[in-house]
């Protein structure tokens, strides 16, 4: 049973697109923007209108005590790859990472 999580980024660049994967992208840019990106664990993509060249994946990955931060990179890159998919494109060059978030220390503000 999990009783970790980690934040994840993953970022990426598009494999090349075809024109009618560029349109796809572009006609779903505005539910794409990075003022929608929350962690959750279905994970949310976004990318710049302008670029269509790069996007990034942020998700929280639950895991065990004994996963190590290789199987949630890995399972927070597979989420990526898929979500990727679902939008017709494909990717390459992944990069990613992981904070566990019982080590986020919150500070109070002082008053």
Do not use: N
Not at 20 to 39: M, Y
Not at 67 to 87: C, P
């Amino acid at each position: 049973m999990p009783r970790k999580a980690y934040q994840v980024i993953v970022r990426g660049k598009f494999a090349p697109l075809s024109d009618e994967q560029r349109a796809a992208l572009l006609a779903q840019a505005d539910a794409h923007d990075v003022f929608r990106a929350r962690f959750t664990e279905e994970g949310t993509v976004t990318y710049e209108r302008s670029l269509l060249s790069s996007f990034t994946f942020r998700c929280v990955v639950p895991a065990t005590e004994e996963d190590r931060e290789e199987v949630v990179i890995g399972k927070a890159e597979a989420l990526a790859a898929a979500a990727v998919r679902k939008l017709g494109a494909d990717y390459r060059d992944l990069t990613s990472v992981s904070t566990d978030l019982d080590s986020v220390k919150v500070r109070q503000r002082g008053r």
